[in-house]
T-cell receptor, first 112, second 117 residues
Framework: DAGITQSPRHKVTETGTPVTLRCHQT?????MYWYRQDPGHGLRLIHY???????DKGEVSDGYSVSRSKTEDFLLTLESATSSQTSVYFC???????????FGSGTRLTVV | DQQVKQNSPSLSVQEGRISILNCDYT??????FLWYKKYPAEGPTFLIS?????DKNEDGRFTVFLNKSAKHLSLHIVPSQPGDSAVYFC????????????????FGQGTILTVHP
């Protein structure tokens, strides 16, 4: 979907290095979310935002931080990457909360 | 604590037959339920949803059934097609959770559906 893009699509990084993933939307939606997908766990919420500079933690937020300085961008940062953070990360946006999201194509992150 | 569970990791059906994917939830605050479909290397895409005030919602070949008393929902695909082969996630939200839900969705683990020609 052209309304939401994630970058990079793939990344390999070393343990202990900081990593930032970017989610960019052109829909002017208020709500943005970061999920990770792991086998056996489905999609789990990391952090979410309900407006510029308004963010909160999800169920698996340890080791992650986020920032949203403008409506269109939501950044996810791994302060010091660990192997347990190897995963596929999805960003999602919503205009009306709870009624479903539009997802980005994902970022596959490998921490070695 | 897995609040939304899909207990079948995989399902295999023949083309033209019915596919039934199941989902259970434990949180009684959930009042809106969705199904997403995911192909490899793509993000999940919305398929169909149902509000807790209904027990059935239909959209073409896809029907979702909700049994609130059992905290169970199911997705029926009739007839199944090879292009339906994908991972299916059920998800739930608490729309009326006092304004604090912020649209958070809780997802199940997913079920891999394979439709054989």
């Amino acid at each position: 979907d052209a309304g939401i893009t994630q970058s990079p699509r793939h990344k390999v990084t070393e343990t202990g290095t900081p990593v930032t993933l970017r989610c960019h939307q052109t829909e002017n939606h208020r709500y943005m979310y970061w999920y990770r997908q792991d086998p056996g766990h489905g999609l789990r919420l990391i952090h979410y935002s309900y407006g510029v500079k308004d963010t909160d933690k999800g169920e698996v937020s340890d080791g992650y931080s986020v920032s949203r300085s403008k409506t269109e961008d939501f950044l996810l940062t791994l302060e010091s990457a660990t192997s347990s953070q190897t995963s596929v990360y999805f960003c999602a946006i919503a205009g009306t909360p709870g009624y479903g999201y539009t997802f980005g194509s994902g970022t596959r992150l490998t921490v070695v | 604590d897995q609040q939304v569970k899909q207990n079948s990791p995989s399902l295999s059906v023949q083309e033209g037959r019915i596919s039934i994917l199941n989902c259970d939830y434990t949180n009684s605050m959930f009042d809106y339920f969705l199904w997403y479909k995911k192909y490899p290397a793509e993000g999940p895409t919305f398929l169909i949803s149902i509000s807790s005030i209904k027990d059935k919602n239909e959209d073409g070949r896809f029907t979702v059934f909700l049994n609130k008393s059992a905290k169970h929902l199911s997705l029926h695909i009739v007839p199944s097609q090879p292009g339906d082969s994908a991972v299916y996630f059920c998800a739930a939200s608490a729309l009326n959770a006092g304004g604090t839900s912020y649209g958070k969705l809780t997802f199940g683990q997913g079920t891999i559906l394979t439709v054989h020609p």
